[in-house]
C-alpha cells in the first residue's frame, strides 16, 4: 500500500508540475505580427525638363505621410527606389516623386498585395519648377536581388541630409 502512497504522490506532484507550466506559458503569448507590405520599386529614366537630370540627383517616393529612401540618378535613369510603406493601409494610394526642383508630372500606385514587383516609369519634372522644399540627400547604394525566383531586399545605404534629420516619414 505504501507503494501506491508513492506512486499517487509522485503522479499528483507530476500533475501539479504540467499545471504550473502550462498557466505560467499563458502569459507569455508572443505579440500580434506586424502588417506586412511588399515593396513596389521603381525605375526608369529621370528628364528634367528637354534632357536627363544631372548624375547626382536626388529623387525620392511619397505616399501619403511615408517618405522612401532617396536614390541618386546615374546616366539619367534613376533605379532601385524602393517604396514600402510599412502597412497595408497604404496598397492602393498614389506614389508621387519628388526631387530638389519639384514634383514629377508622373505617379505611380502603391499596390503590391501578390508580393514584390517592379515598375518602369519615366519621371518628367520641370526645368524651372516651383521647389518642394528641397530634398539635400546623399546617397551610396542599394538593391533588390532575385535569387531562384524569391526577391530578397539588399539594401546597404548610406544616406546623411546636411543640416536636417534622417528618416523616412515626410515633413508637412
Do not use: I
Not at 22 to 45: D, K, M, N
Not at 90 to 101: A, C, I, K, P, Q
Amino acid at each position: 500500500m505504501a507503494g501506491m502512497a508513492r506512486l499517487f504522490a509522485l503522479a499528483m506532484l507530476g500533475l501539479l508540475c504540467v499545471l504550473a507550466l502550462s498557466v505560467a506559458g499563458a502569459g507569455a503569448q508572443e505579440p500580434p505580427p506586424v502588417p506586412l507590405t511588399y515593396p513596389v520599386v521603381f525605375e526608369g529614366r529621370a528628364l528634367l525638363g528637354d534632357g536627363p537630370a544631372p548624375d547626382g540627383t536626388v529623387v525620392v517616393g511619397k505616399v501619403k505621410d511615408w517618405e522612401s529612401g532617396p536614390v541618386a540618378v546615374e546616366g539619367g535613369r534613376y533605379r532601385n527606389l524602393l517604396v514600402a510603406p510599412p502597412d497595408p493601409a497604404y496598397y492602393g494610394e498614389t506614389v508621387t516623386f519628388h526631387m530638389s526642383n519639384g514634383v514629377a508630372l508622373e505617379t505611380g500606385t502603391f499596390d503590391s498585395r501578390s508580393g514584390p514587383k517592379t515598375q518602369e516609369l519615366d519621371l518628367h519634372f520641370s526645368a524651372t519648377g516651383a521647389s518642394s522644399g528641397g530634398l539635400p540627400w546623399g546617397v551610396v547604394g542599394g538593391g533588390l536581388a532575385v535569387v531562384a525566383g524569391v526577391s530578397l531586399m539588399v539594401l546597404v545605404f548610406v544616406v546623411w541630409r546636411p543640416g536636417g534629420k534622417t528618416g523616412h516619414r515626410a515633413q508637412r
